[in-house]
């Protein structure tokens, strides 16, 4: 009787990098704000509370790569979060953390007009 064991891979997401927010510097978060796209992912993020990479490229209208490009920016800059839900990222503000090390900084963003990005 031959007996085969089947290996079974498991499949694992590597959790994105989140810089503590102690860590978040001013400089680093304006240059990831320099870039118009960014500006308008964190907009629709403050509209959206979170979503995914494909919500973003659709709206924006930009290819998913691009939109990951300027996400993995704010991310690393310390503006947005990512949680894993199955195979996709969902993306978040940290607004708490960032209107507490900088006050105002989200607010300004948000409301800032189209034609002036």
Do not use: W
Not at 7 to 28: E, G, L, N, Q
Not at 55 to 61: H, P, T, V, W
Not at 82 to 105: N, T, V, W
Request: proline letters at 5%; one cysteine or more; hydrophobic letters at 35%.
């Amino acid at each position: 009787m031959l007996l085969s064991m089947n290996r079974i891979k498991i499949a694992t997401m590597k959790i994105p990098y989140h810089p503590p927010i102690d860590s978040v510097h001013f400089t680093k978060v304006l240059h990831a704000l320099s870039e118009p796209n960014r500006v308008k992912i964190i907009r629709c993020l403050d509209e959206s509370i979170e979503n995914n990479c494909t919500a973003y490229s659709l709206e924006l209208k930009m290819p998913k790569s691009t939109i990951s490009h300027h996400i993995k920016v704010l991310r690393e800059a310390g503006l947005i979060k990512a949680r894993i839900e199955g195979k996709e990222h969902i993306y978040s503000l940290r607004r708490e953390e960032i209107d507490q090390k900088f006050p105002g900084l989200l607010q300004t963003v948000t409301e800032i007009k189209e034609e002036d990005i």
